[in-house]
């Protein structure tokens, strides 16, 4: 049920895709305005993230999702009257910090619902849920955009507020799995132990918030680069990025099975890791539209191998008693990748190009995912 609801959510999840397109096209945002704007976004969201855990171990997770989700609504709705880059990124800010919220408290929900056998399948079954409603959102998004760049904000909107109501009336006097987690990866944490004392965690936290900056060009400069170095369509950028989400749940439950059984956590990151710098290496090769849709499937091949057992190891790492602030911190790499991931691609994609942006990210991603394989196997 916590798969519906996040399908539910994210097939509203229209914004953020076609973001950077509303700024530099409705707005007339520069790329460098639009890549601040959207790292304000990222700030939002590492406080989201904090916040979110935080408030987790002290209120419980249902209070977290239900206010985060509810609190959006009428957040989404008054975006379209915030035209400049002041406003939109104020807004956005408080947007971010809203709904990113939700994640540390969604996962210790996917954690204690969940058999202990089988938390990295639950983390995938929860992500497959997010791609499905990511695969409908963007193409749904491309078709409203066609018509205004409004209707995006007032379908994410509805999306969340469909959202709302579905987890309350299904989790309200719902208990969790009681039974503890005992399987581990390495040494778990004390139970009173914070995770931002954890060295070789906050090393591996690191890791994984390079990872995503690289990934997160997804959102920002990818459909940038696909309208202006490749002339597409909104619709057509939408039907790319929806085809992302499809890859994942077409793919996901079947990989992370072959993964769990064959690999080891570090291999299955590893090479997680790796095919995302292949998939970025990819994009400066002039062949045509096949070319970047051979990209987004490696890019999404990556995310199933490298995302759930990332999240997997802080789940396994930690105790009961401060899961919600290993998952906060899990959810703050990932958060804080929203800042950097935005504003370092426009800065580079505007003063030296897409084609030094893709090719320096493939580098980097190649030296992160040796990284995460060491740190993986010495927890």
Not at 22 to 37: N, R
Not at 56 to 72: A, C, E, I, K
Not at 95 to 109: I, K
Not at 331 to 338: E, I, K, P, R, T
Request: aromatic fraction near 14%; hydrophobic fraction near 50%.
């Amino acid at each position: 049920m916590l798969a519906l609801v996040m399908l539910i959510n994210r097939t509203g999840a229209m914004v953020l895709p076609f973001l950077s397109i509303y700024m530099t096209q409705a707005l007339g945002f520069t790329i460098t305005e639009a890549g601040v704007v959207l790292a304000c976004f990222g700030l939002g969201a590492v406080t989201g993230s904090w916040l979110g855990g935080w408030l987790t171990d002290r209120y419980g997770n249902f209070w977290v999702q239900t206010l985060s989700l509810l609190v959006s609504v009428p957040l989404f709705l008054i975006i379209p009257h915030f035209t400049s880059v002041e406003a939109l990124a104020a807004i956005i800010y408080i947007l971010s910090v809203t709904t990113e919220s939700f994640r540390p408290a969604n996962s210790v929900s996917v954690a204690r619902y969940a058999k202990p056998e089988n938390i990295t399948r639950a983390f995938s079954l929860n992500r497959m849920a997010i791609n499905l409603g990511f695969s409908i959102g963007p193409a749904l998004g491309g078709f409203l955009a066609s018509f205004s760049y409004n209707w995006i904000f007032y379908g994410n909107a509805l999306g969340a507020f469909i959202a709302t109501l579905t987890f309350v009336a299904f989790f309200r006097k719902r208990k969790g799995n009681i039974k503890r987690h005992t399987e581990t990866t390495g040494t778990p944490a004390s139970p009173t132990r914070s995770p931002y004392q954890d060295q070789i965690f906050l090393v591996f936290s690191l890791l994984c918030c390079i990872y995503a900056i690289c990934f997160f060009q997804l959102l920002s400069t990818l459909p940038l680069f696909y309208q202006k170095g490749h002339g597409l369509t909104e619709g057509q950028v939408g039907i790319i990025l929806g085809f992302s989400g499809f890859v994942v749940v077409i793919f996901e439950m079947l990989l992370v099975h072959m993964a769990e059984r064959r690999l080891s956590y570090a291999s299955s990151i590893f090479w997680g890791t790796a095919l995302c710098a292949v998939s970025f290496a990819l994009l400066p090769i002039p062949t045509g539209y096949w070319i970047l849709y051979l990209s987004i499937f490696l890019m999404s091949i990556s995310e199933i191998l490298a995302m759930p057992f990332m999240a997997s190891v802080a789940v396994k790492r930690a105790s009961k008693q401060n899961q919600g602030a290993y998952m906060g911190l899990n959810a703050l790499a990932f958060s804080a990748a929203h800042v950097f991931s935005p504003f370092i691609g426009t800065h580079v994609a505007d003063n030296y190009g897409f084609n030094i942006l893709w090719w320096g990210t493939a580098v980097v991603l190649v030296g992160i995912s040796g990284g995460l394989y060491f740190v993986v196997r010495k927890m």
